[in-house]
Nanobody, 125 residues
Framework: VQLQASGGGLVWPGGSLRLSCVAS????????MGWFRQAPGKEREFVAG??????????YYADSVKGRFTISRDNAKNTVYLQMNSLKPEDTAVYYC?????????????????WGQGTLVTVSS
């Protein structure tokens, strides 16, 4: 499956952005989808994940984004979204969408099967 992420940009602290990731290739609905991020000098870390519908469609969030970020998916559009509200400077990173059988808070980045190209989010005044 090929993943194309978009929606990053520069935003003030407290602002919002919505990231999108469009999938092509194999059946989108058959994959768990998620988002990771990587800040300069840091390892890639899990942000949010959503199970495929046949696995219950559960959602997962890193503690650092709970209550501020929301992951959703539209299987008809082969797209997964990450709505990011109340952004903080520490949210600044390159955000990557990910696809695998399951993508949740226990998924190591090194084990993810498919990656998008990344989109830069900068939170700064």
């Amino acid at each position: 499956v090929q993943l194309q992420a978009s929606g990053g940009g520069l935003v003030w602290p407290g602002g919002s952005l919505r990231l999108s990731c469009v999938a092509s290739g194999r059946s989108f609905s058959g994959y768990g989808m998620g988002w990771f991020r990587q800040a300069p000098g840091k390892e890639r870390e899990f942000v949010a994940g959503k199970d495929r519908s046949t696995s219950g469609g559960s959602t997962y969030y890193a503690d650092s984004v709970k209550g501020r970020f929301t992951i959703s998916r539209d299987n008809a559009k082969n797209t997964v979204y990450l709505q990011m509200n109340s952004l903080k400077p520490e949210d600044t990173a390159v955000y990557y969408c990910a696809a695998d059988r399951r993508v949740d808070h226990t998924t190591p980045a090194r084990n993810v099967a498919y990656w998008g190209q990344g989109t830069l989010v900068t939170v700064s005044s």
